[in-house]
């Protein structure tokens, strides 16, 4: 097929189906570490930038819920613009946007291949979630982003990864065996919903099926997971020679739940294996992730700039790193983060204005951040840690504050705290 029939065959297959399938109407919830511009300079700079005034674009925003997501991310942002193939998805994203008021928000026609039908100018942030592996040519569709970054910009990416979805294009390779081909109709959507729900309880495909109970409801999703027009994974070890192709550079994964980590994989209990992962490159590192846990990640979600601009290493976080810097509690935290104490949860904010620091309770809390998903960890864990700790950093959010200074013998447990607290997420070095 050409790259024509290609884009051609995809519009149709979001023409009949927008993406994603989530109503105009349906508020959104949550935070995108992703798309949050703070953390992904942070990730490329180490140094604090608001969002305030900058111009996004979302390539391939499909029914507009993304572009919502980011306009809840990014507090202060000046304006976010969508483009898309898929004419009815922008009916349902225009929608959307007016619904909920996102009056600087917009959505057009835009193909990522042909810039010639993009808005004028450079965009401080561009998000392309899920769109650049259904494209006909995707390092043209990024080098054309790329051009369109500004110097400093950042560029979030969602590309599906190879290992993860090996069970899913099993599926569909059988699928075809059987005869049940792209592109979907009714009848074959129905085939495939009563092949998961007849599916042995045992086995595999029943496993598959019960984690996407929800999600194949709409027949969109089974769509785009069974009979998409094209779709091309990458493993994450390809990613920063893909990028660098289009003139980019790999910044990081952005962190998600705990995404890309080693401690659930392997326990410290075995230190020689975590002194030898801390030697490695930061690909290699997440490419042994990969390699002992092939199934997990289905999604690649990391950030890139242009090459030569990330200015900062996001790893690894030695003492001679925490010493002598300053630091602050990480502002989004103080917006979107909650602590549990006994049995209620409440904003960090309310903890900072409406409670009196001396009747906080020194049971065990737990502190809950909304944009790096760390389910239920415990990372604060005594009246001296939330006291003499968070709540200092939150109130000095500004300026920063020379924690280790003057701490003498504490010095070990306060750089034990930062590293307990994966200080790039919920504490930021300042300076
Ligand atoms: C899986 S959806 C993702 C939508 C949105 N980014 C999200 O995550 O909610 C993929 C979207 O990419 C769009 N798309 C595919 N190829 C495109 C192209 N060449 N130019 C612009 N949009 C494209 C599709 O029309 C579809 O709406």
Redesign the pocket.
């Known amino acids: 097929m050409s790259e024509t029939d290609v884009?051609l065959a995809?519009?149709a297959q979001?023409e009949a189906f927008?993406?994603?399938p989530v109503p105009y109407d349906q508020p959104f919830e949550g935070f995108s570490s992703l798309g949050s511009y703070t953390l992904a300079q942070y990730a490329r700079t180490r140094t604090l930038q608001e969002p305030k005034g900058a111009r996004f674009l979302?390539?391939?925003?499909?029914?507009g819920?993304?572009i919502h997501g980011i306009a809840a991310s990014n507090p202060g942002y000046g304006s976010i613009v969508g483009?898309?193939?898929?004419r009815t998805?922008l009916e349902v994203a225009k929608r959307r946007l007016k619904h909920h008021g996102l009056i600087h928000c917009s959505v057009q026609y835009?193909?990522?291949?042909d810039p010639s039908t993009w808005p004028e100018g450079s965009f401080d942030m561009i998000s392309?979630?899920?769109?650049i592996h259904?494209?006909?040519n995707p390092l043209r569709?990024l080098s054309n982003l790329a051009q369109r970054l500004a110097p400093d910009g950042v560029i979030a990416l969602?590309l599906y990864n190879r290992s993860g979805r090996w069970h899913l294009y099993r599926i569909r390779q059988a699928l075809e065996l059987l005869g049940v081909t792209p592109p979907a109709t009714p009848e074959k959507i129905q085939f495939v919903r009563q092949m998961l729900n007849a599916a042995h309880p045992n086995s595999l495909l029943a496993t598959h099926a019960n984690a996407h109970k929800e999600y194949y409801l709409y027949d969109e999703n089974i769509v785009?997971n069974f009979f998409h027009a094209n779709d091309i994974p990458f493993d994450i070890a390809e990613i920063p020679d893909f990028v660098a192709q289009a003139g980019l550079e790999f910044i990081d994964v952005a962190p998600h739940r705990d995404d890309w980590s080693a401690r659930p994989l392997v326990a410290a209990t075995h230190p020689e294996f975590h002194q030898r992962f801390g030697e490695l490159s930061r690909i290699e590192q997440l490419r042994v992730i990969e390699l002992l846990e092939p199934l997990y990640h289905t999604q690649n979600l990391f950030w890139c700039c242009h090459q030569g601009k990330k200015i900062a290493n996001w790893y690894p976080f030695t003492a001679e790193f925490f010493k002598g810097s300053r630091w602050q509690l990480n502002p989004l935290f103080v917006q979107y983060g909650s602590v549990r104490y006994l049995d209620r949860k409440v904003p960090f904010s309310d903890l900072l204005d409406k409670l009196d620091p001396a009747q906080i309770p020194t049971q065990k809390m737990d502190i809950f951040w909304q944009i790096a998903q760390i389910p239920g960890k415990v990372i604060a864990s005594s009246r001296y840690q939330v006291l003499e700790l968070l709540l200092p950093l939150a109130e000095q959010a500004r300026s920063g504050a020379e924690i280790l200074a003057g701490q003498g013998e504490r010095e070990e447990h306060i750089l034990n705290l930062f590293r307990q607290w994966e200080a790039d997420r919920l504490v930021l070095r300042v300076a």
């Open positions: 884009t995809v519009q979001y927008p993406y994603p979302v390539a391939g925003c499909g029914t819920y993304e483009i898309d193939i898929s998805a835009g193909d990522l291949l392309s979630y899920g769109v259904h494209t006909a569709a969602m785009d």
